[in-house]
């Protein structure tokens, strides 16, 4: 899908944790493309070299496990000096995988937790005193299980649903601050590493994503990229404390997908 509205990110510094592979990176380069100094950060050093190569002469990365408290606030100040203070700043790093809650330890649980609201926390409150203020807009990356049950997802449902309220508070909190704190829930996206773990692939795959989605098509990383530069713009300058679903009028309702992924999965393991 070909979007042809443009932005002017001119001079502006976006950073974007979990922002080296998938939707993130697409935000980051679309957010490169109109003109953003953009900082991308993740666990591994391969993903975050290969990712800041694409983002152009003002591509900077930065290695940090959003779990880590300390690393996210080491990453930050290296970007801060890299760049200046961040007038954008995403939180999307995630991790995902199906498994019945009956099966699933206490780390299991744990792991997606720490990464997806733990971490998102770290990234936030570590960033604060870097953002340029007032002006600066907080985007989170949530999940459409943050208000939709789905089995084998109760990690995932907790810990997105925690990111919606730490949205919403932080809206609150920082406002005073002239900071804007939004998230962005996308519908399923082509050809990312969420897809592959929680949908069929090939045609059954297609077919359900016919049968939920109303406009008929799976979203793209650019869509969901041009709402993160709307949010991140003075365009939104009076946009905060809203989770705004960008999922083709899907309205959540991905349940029987990740059911059938995970029939699919339990027949693979029989
Ligand atoms: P992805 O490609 O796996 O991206 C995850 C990113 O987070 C990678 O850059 C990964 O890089 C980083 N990451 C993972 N664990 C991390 C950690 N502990 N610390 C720092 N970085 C970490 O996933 P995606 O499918 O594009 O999903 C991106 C976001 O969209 C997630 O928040 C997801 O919940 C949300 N979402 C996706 C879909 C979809 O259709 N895919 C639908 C709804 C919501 P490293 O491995 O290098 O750390
Ligand atoms: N089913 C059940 N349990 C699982 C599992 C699965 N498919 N995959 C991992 N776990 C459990 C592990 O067994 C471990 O629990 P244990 O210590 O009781 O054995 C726990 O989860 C942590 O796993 P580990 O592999 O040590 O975690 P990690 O920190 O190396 O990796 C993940 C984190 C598991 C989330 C990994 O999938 C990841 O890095 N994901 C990032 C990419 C991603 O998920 N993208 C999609 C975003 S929507």
Known sequence: MKHNVSFDFSGRHVVVFGGTTGINLGIAQAYARQG????????????VESAAATLGPNGFGVIADVRDDEAVGAALAQAVARHGPIDVLVSGAAGNFLAAAADMSSNAFKVVVDIDLQGSFHVARRALEHLRKPGASLIFITAPQSVVPMAYQAHVCAAKAGVDQLTRVLAIEWGALGVRVNGISPGPIAGT??????????PEGDALVRDMVPLGRMGTPEDIA?????????????????VIACDGGAQGQLTPMVTAAARLAQTAGA
């Open 36 to 47: 953003a100094k953009v900082t991308v950060a993740s666990r591994k050093a391969p993903n």
């Open 226 to 242: 041009q709402l993160a530069m709307f949010l991140g713009s003075d365009a939104a300058a009076y946009v905060s404390g809203t």
């Open 193 to 202: 590493e969420g897809m592959k773990r929680l949908a069929p692939q090939g």
